[in-house]
C-alpha cells in the first residue's frame, strides 16, 4: 500500500519481485473499484505563473520529469514473466513518457472547496493503466483566488498512504531549479532478465523455501499464523450487522473535517490517550448520528473500525521494514457525550494493540491472497465495519515546485463492503480528516459530518489551554500514538 517500504524478495541484480503484499493489492481492485491512494495540495500558485498570469505548465512538467529519475518507483511498471519464472516483477517502461502521467486540467466555476472535492473524485475513479507506471498527476487551475491544486494518484500495490507522502515529497517538494542546472543521476535500469535466469532464481527460492520448513522459526511462525487465522475466523461474525456494510459501487463522495492539531493533542494529553483515539471519538459519534438517523437501534451497539497501522518487521530499519495492520477497534457509539466516550475508545485500542493477531495479519493476508480468495472475502468480510487511518504529516510548512502548501489532503480507497473511510493527516498545525464514501450507501453524509462538527467543540472545551480536563474523566491506558 510494491515500490513501497517493506522488504522484498530479492532476485538477480536489476530488478525486484512483487511482494505478496504487491500481488494482493493488484488482485483485490475491479474496474469500478481501482485500489488507488491519493495525495491532493492546495498550492499558493503565484509563483507557478507567468506574467501573464498563466500557469508555467511545460517548465513544470519538465523539471518532474528531470526529478522521477530520482524516483526511480515511478518509472517502473509490472512485468510477468510467465510460467516457472516465479513473481511478476518490477521493470523500467522503456517507453516512459511524462506526458501520459502529469497533465493540466481547469476547474469550472466557481472553484470553492466542494467542487474542488467533487472533480477530485472524477480523476480519481479513473483506473490507472497497468502498462504503465501506476501513478498519475494533475495540476488544477480554476480554484479561487489563484491557488493550484494538485492531485497525486498511485496505485496500493505503488505506496499506501505513508509511502505515498514520501515519495510526492520526493518528487515535488525541492524548490524549482534553474535554468540549465545538472540534471540528477539516472539509477541502474531495473530490467527483466532472460526467462531461464527468472526460472533458475525462482527454483533457488523454492529450495530454499522448502529448506527453511526444517528449521524451529518456521514452525514457530507457522504456529503463529495458524494462531492467527484461529482468531481471525472466530473474529469473522464479531461486526455487527448495520447498513454500513454492502458492496462498494463506483460512485464516491469525499469531504473533510478539520481540525486544530494543537488543541487535539491537549484533548488527548488530559484523556491519557492518543490523538488517533481524538478522531476516532468524533468518528464515533458521526456514524451514532448517521445509524440514528437512518432508524437503527444505536444504544449498544459496537461497530469495529479497522484501524491500519504501520508493522516493523524485524532486523529492518523503520523504512524499510514496515508493512501494515489492521487494529479492530469496538467504538461505543452507544454513549452520546463524546468525552465519556473517548476513555472507552482509548481502552478499546489499547486492547486491540495487545491482540497477537495484528502483527500475523500480512502473513495471513498474503497466504489467503495466493489462493486468490482475499476478493471473495472481501466482498462478505464481518471483521470491521469501516476503516480508518492516521498519516502524521509535515509538522511546518513544505513547498511543492517552490509554492507554498496550503492544504494537504489524503484520499483512501474503498474496496469489498467497505464504503466508509475516514483518514486522518496532520500538516503545520491543521488535523484534516478526509471522509470517503460509497455515495449511493451514504447519501445522508451530511448528518455524519455534521454530528463530527458538533462534538469537536464539545471535547475541545472540556480541556483548559494548559492541556488539564475541565471534568471528571475515567483515566485510560495510553491509545494510539499521536
Not at 203 to 221: D, F, G, N, V
Not at 361 to 380: K, N
Given at each position: 500500500?510494491?515500490?513501497r517500504?517493506h522488504p522484498?524478495?530479492?532476485?538477480p541484480?536489476?530488478?525486484?519481485?512483487?511482494?505478496a503484499?504487491d500481488?494482493?493489492?493488484?488482485?483485490?481492485?475491479?474496474?469500478a473499484r481501482?485500489l488507488q491512494?491519493?495525495?491532493?495540495?492546495?498550492?499558493?500558485g503565484?509563483v507557478?505563473r507567468?506574467?501573464?498570469?498563466r500557469?508555467?505548465?511545460?517548465?513544470i512538467?519538465?523539471?518532474?520529469d528531470g526529478?522521477?529519475?530520482?524516483?526511480p518507483e515511478l518509472r517502473?511498471?509490472?512485468?510477468h514473466?510467465?510460467?516457472?519464472a516465479?513473481p511478476?516483477?518490477?521493470?523500467?517502461?522503456?517507453?516512459?513518457?511524462?506526458?501520459r502521467?502529469?497533465?493540466e486540467?481547469v476547474l469550472?466555476p466557481p472553484?470553492?472547496?466542494?467542487a474542488?472535492?467533487?472533480f477530485?473524485?472524477q480523476?480519481?475513479a479513473r483506473?490507472l493503466?497497468?502498462?504503465?507506471p501506476?501513478?498519475?498527476?494533475?495540476?488544477v487551475?480554476g480554484?479561487?483566488d489563484?491557488?493550484v491544486?494538485v492531485?497525486v494518484v498511485?496505485h496500493?500495490?505503488?505506496?499506501?498512504?505513508?509511502?505515498?507522502m514520501?515519495?510526492?515529497?520526493?518528487?515535488?517538494?525541492p524548490?524549482?531549479?534553474?535554468?540549465?542546472?545538472?540534471?540528477?543521476?539516472?539509477?541502474?535500469?531495473a530490467?527483466a532478465?532472460?526467462?531461464?535466469?527468472?526460472?533458475?532464481?525462482?527454483?533457488?527460492s523454492?529450495?530454499?523455501?522448502a529448506?527453511?520448513l526444517a528449521r524451529p522459526?518456521t514452525?514457530?511462525?507457522?504456529a503463529?499464523?495458524?494462531?492467527?487465522a484461529?482468531?481471525t475466523?472466530?473474529?469473522?461474525?464479531?461486526?455487527p450487522?448495520?447498513?454500513?456494510?454492502?458492496p462498494v459501487g463506483?460512485?464516491?463522495?469525499?469531504?473533510?473535517?478539520?481540525l486544530?492539531?494543537a488543541?487535539?493533542?491537549?484533548?488527548?494529553r488530559?484523556?491519557?490517550?492518543g490523538?488517533?483515539?481524538?478522531?476516532l471519538s468524533?468518528?464515533?459519534g458521526?456514524?451514532?448520528?448517521?445509524?440514528?438517523g437512518?432508524?437503527?437501534?444505536v444504544?449498544?451497539?459496537r461497530?469495529?473500525a479497522g484501524v491500519a497501522?504501520?508493522?516493523?518487521s524485524p532486523g529492518?530499519g523503520?523504512?524499510a521494514?514496515?508493512?501494515?495492520?489492521?487494529?479492530?477497534?469496538r467504538?461505543p457509539?452507544?454513549?452520546?457525550?463524546p468525552?465519556a466516550r473517548?476513555?472507552?475508545?482509548?481502552?478499546?485500542?489499547?486492547?486491540?494493540?495487545?491482540?497477537s493477531m495484528?502483527?500475523?495479519?500480512?502473513?495471513?493476508?498474503?497466504?489467503f491472497?495466493?489462493f486468490g480468495v482475499?476478493r471473495r472475502a472481501?466482498?462478505?468480510?464481518?471483521l470491521v465495519?469501516?476503516a480508518?487511518?492516521?498519516?502524521?504529516g509535515?509538522?511546518?510548512?513544505i513547498?511543492v515546485?517552490?509554492a507554498?502548501?496550503?492544504?494537504l489532503l489524503?484520499?483512501?480507497?474503498?474496496a469489498?463492503?467497505l464504503?466508509?473511510s475516514?483518514?486522518?493527516?496532520s500538516y503545520?498545525?491543521?488535523?484534516?480528516v478526509?471522509?470517503?464514501?460509497?455515495?449511493?450507501?451514504f447519501?445522508?453524509?451530511d448528518?455524519l459530518l455534521?454530528?463530527?462538527?458538533r462534538?469537536?467543540?464539545?471535547?475541545a472545551?472540556?480541556?483548559?489551554?494548559?492541556?488539564?480536563?475541565?471534568?471528571p474523566?475515567?483515566?485510560?491506558?495510553?491509545?494510539s500514538?499521536?
Amino acid at each position: 500500500m510494491t515500490a513501497r517500504d517493506h522488504p522484498r524478495k530479492p532476485g538477480p541484480p536489476g530488478f525486484q519481485r512483487l511482494s505478496a503484499y504487491d500481488q494482493h493489492c493488484l488482485r483485490v481492485e475491479t474496474p469500478a473499484r481501482p485500489l488507488q491512494v491519493g495525495i491532493f495540495a492546495v498550492l499558493d500558485g503565484r509563483v507557478l505563473r507567468d506574467p501573464a498570469g498563466r500557469l508555467r505548465f511545460a517548465d513544470i512538467r519538465r523539471e518532474i520529469d528531470g526529478r522521477v529519475a530520482g524516483v526511480p518507483e515511478l518509472r517502473r511498471v509490472v512485468f510477468h514473466p510467465g510460467r516457472l519464472a516465479g513473481p511478476p516483477l518490477w521493470v523500467d517502461d522503456p517507453a516512459f513518457r511524462i506526458d501520459r502521467h502529469v497533465n493540466e486540467l481547469v476547474l469550472s466555476p466557481p472553484g470553492d472547496e466542494a467542487a474542488l472535492l467533487a472533480f477530485t473524485e472524477q480523476l480519481m475513479a479513473r483506473p490507472l493503466d497497468r502498462a504503465r507506471p501506476l501513478w498519475r498527476m494533475w495540476f488544477v487551475t480554476g480554484l479561487a483566488d489563484g491557488r493550484v491544486g494538485v492531485l497525486v494518484v498511485l496505485h496500493h500495490a505503488l505506496a499506501d498512504g505513508r509511502t505515498a507522502m514520501r515519495l510526492v515529497r520526493s518528487l515535488l517538494e525541492p524548490p524549482m531549479s534553474s535554468a540549465g542546472s545538472v540534471p540528477p543521476k539516472p539509477p541502474v535500469a531495473a530490467v527483466a532478465p532472460p526467462w531461464g535466469e527468472l526460472v533458475r532464481d525462482n527454483a533457488r527460492s523454492t529450495i530454499e523455501s522448502a529448506l527453511r520448513l526444517a528449521r524451529p522459526a518456521t514452525w514457530r511462525l507457522v504456529a503463529e499464523v495458524a494462531r492467527a487465522a484461529r482468531q481471525t475466523f472466530r473474529l469473522a461474525q464479531r461486526a455487527p450487522r448495520t447498513s454500513l456494510n454492502a458492496p462498494v459501487g463506483p460512485s464516491r463522495r469525499l469531504a473533510t473535517v478539520r481540525l486544530d492539531q494543537a488543541t487535539a493533542r491537549r484533548v488527548a494529553r488530559a484523556y491519557d490517550c492518543g490523538v488517533n483515539d481524538v478522531v476516532l471519538s468524533l468518528v464515533a459519534g458521526g456514524v451514532r448520528a448517521l445509524l440514528a438517523g437512518r432508524g437503527e437501534p444505536v444504544q449498544r451497539l459496537r461497530p469495529r473500525a479497522g484501524v491500519a497501522v504501520a508493522l516493523f518487521s524485524p532486523g529492518h530499519g523503520a523504512e524499510a521494514g514496515n508493512d501494515i495492520g489492521t487494529l479492530h477497534v469496538r467504538l461505543p457509539i452507544g454513549e452520546a457525550d463524546p468525552c465519556a466516550r473517548l476513555p472507552l475508545i482509548a481502552r478499546e485500542t489499547a486492547r486491540a494493540r495487545r491482540s497477537s493477531m495484528v502483527a500475523a495479519e500480512p502473513i495471513v493476508r498474503a497466504w489467503f491472497g495466493r489462493f486468490g480468495v482475499f476478493r471473495r472475502a472481501l466482498e462478505g468480510q464481518r471483521l470491521v465495519n469501516l476503516a480508518e487511518t492516521y498519516l502524521p504529516g509535515p509538522p511546518v510548512p513544505i513547498d511543492v515546485l517552490g509554492a507554498p502548501v496550503l492544504d494537504l489532503l489524503p484520499i483512501a480507497p474503498l474496496a469489498g463492503n467497505l464504503g466508509l473511510s475516514f483518514v486522518a493527516l496532520s500538516y503545520a498545525g491543521c488535523l484534516a480528516v478526509a471522509v470517503r464514501v460509497d455515495a449511493d450507501q451514504f447519501p445522508d453524509l451530511d448528518v455524519l459530518l455534521a454530528a463530527m462538527e458538533r462534538d469537536w467543540p464539545v471535547l475541545a472545551a472540556s480541556v483548559t489551554p494548559t492541556g488539564r480536563s475541565r471534568k471528571p474523566a475515567t483515566r485510560s491506558p495510553a491509545g494510539s500514538a499521536a
